[in-house]
């Protein structure tokens, strides 16, 4: 008994130790690549996770220049294209600057300036010098028309940007039409239509529809004109001022007889008339520019007498007494 515990404590040794020497031999044959292995993953996401920070980093540049850019209503196109090349592949950021940078152009053509250049309130220029000749408007035109093109082949066939491609597709109509080549802009309009219809755009697909309905409408370009090129509005007439009724003043009816007329000055309490400032006035009477007469002093009246009672004034009727009406005697009491 003793015996066979003996060899069964041998064989669970050797046993152990066998496992042991395995273990050993593993480590040895493969701890080497799989440490490798594990090290590579981990640099791998390391890596992954870095990528991902400096591309969302990038964006957040390319797009914060390019509001930088395109804020302040007078962008400059060739600043928006650098900005376009700098950051192309990031984003959409390359394609919204080259469409800006398109409409700005297409904004000078329109007004006929060069870019940059801003008109006064009534549509006028600072300098003719600003002004767009034929040669420069057709190479503003070309320029326009590059860009557009450039985004639609871009954004046109790619899932997610067909804002952008339809965005395109209407520049290209309107420089189609500014050459007075409808077919061209007739082309453009329904591309803008089948790519709204794949993109469920049902605004931008009756917009695009009644564009083409309108295009011979357009086939003759309508001048604008400024402000200042306008005809001159007549001026209203004047009011007519109201007469005054009445017969007022030596010059007849009307305001010009009363304002001729003297002013009572409130503040002489003889109640004596004041000249206005023309001069004085005319007396009913007599003929403009002769000097009126003085007026002749009034009598003094005469003493009075002593003994004698005042008289009333001469030219006035005496004041009548008071008449008193009769009383019947009273009547003695007892009768």
Known sequence: MDERQQQIREGAGLQESRLNTDFIDFVQKWGGPFLILCAVIMAAWAGWNWWQKRQAEQIDAAFAQYEAQSAGGNASPEALKAVAEEFEGIGSVSMLARLEAADVYVTSIRAGVKTGVT?????????????????ERTRLIEQATALYQRVMDKAGGSSG?????????????AMAECLGDIGAARGHYERVVEIAEANGFDNHVTLAKARLESLDEVATPVALLSLAELAVRPAPPAPELPAVPGDVGPAGPGLTGWLEQPVMNPFNPEGTPSVPSGGPAPVPGTEPGATPAAPEPAPAPEPATPGSEPGPAPGTEPAAEPSVPPTEPATPPGR
Do not use: F, M, N
């Open 119 to 135: 008109l006064s309130p009534d549509g006028t220029l600072a300098s003719p010098d600003d002004a767009l000749t034929q040669e």
């Open 161 to 173: 940007k067909g804002l952008i491609a339809i965005r395109a597709g209407y520049g290209l109509a």
